[in-house]
């Protein structure tokens, strides 16, 4: 999440330098420290992920799911040389660590909520590694979720390598405030854009990246999020793997997460796609701006309706489903 009282430009301007330039913007996130001697097999048995693959710096995205194998949540799982930390938006905080808890029975595991000390700030677009080394910050883009220490003007930071479709993405993480505005401050001097909520969801929208909480909710199953990076098939059981498992051997779920190509009137989230007189699916997040000249759309709608080309409408206009590009 982003933190929108720096003085912005508009979305539209913020996209153009998201995808052809650098983008900063300031970031809020909820943090779980896990410790204990059991945490790596404890965690491990909680997420669709693996945890016990990961070294110290890397990565995994994952969900938590139900006993029925619904999702309830979504977080990035880092690795450190004696604890785990999970990476999610403030909101999950509070029920993500109430649904864990429920889990630790004799296990040597405790859970802290570090969110408060924690202050980040997002460097994105294809000259993102250019500004960062502007300032004297060493980054390299990868498809590899990695996360190490830094130093930066004699402050110690933290710096990750995010997961992002389109653009480099990297997140700078301090326990001072003053040393991201100071970050700020120095990689605008540089030429970065300052950006808010609104220019990184349409970016989030041209890559087709689902959020937990407006498009992905608790009756969703994984496979139908089109978010495969989030699972692994042979790490061993976990909770609601059952479900997942039964799903991969049918083959395919009924529904599936996509971008639409809108026309006509703006919906509303929440609004309806029908095809032959009858509801398969739903527009989740809708661009506040066009993207490329197109009014893009993200949700959710039967497989068999595309596999049927079937015409896809909502009161007020047409929805035409194309290929993410944030497909996994």
Known sequence: MTDSSLTTVRPTDQLAALRTGAGLAALSAGWIAVTGGDRVRWLNGMVTNSVQALTPGEGAYAFLLSVQGRIQGDATVWAEADRLLLQTAPAQIEPMIALLDRFIIMDDVELADLSAEKHGLLVAGPAAVEKLAAIGVAARASRLLKRQNIDWQGKPLVLITAHSPLVPRFELWADSATDISDLT??????????????????????????????????????QETEQTRALHFNKGCYLGQEIVERIRSRGNVHRTFTTFALSGEIPAPGTALTADGKAVGELTSIAAEPIDGQRLALGFVRREAIDRGLPLTFEGGTAEPRTAAAAS
């Open 185 to 222: 401050a120095a990689l605008q001097n540089a030429g970065a854009t300052i950006c808010d909520e609104a220019g990184l969801d349409l970016l989030r929208i041209a890559e087709g990246t689902p959020r937990f909480g407006t498009d992905i909710r608790d009756r969703d199953l994984p």
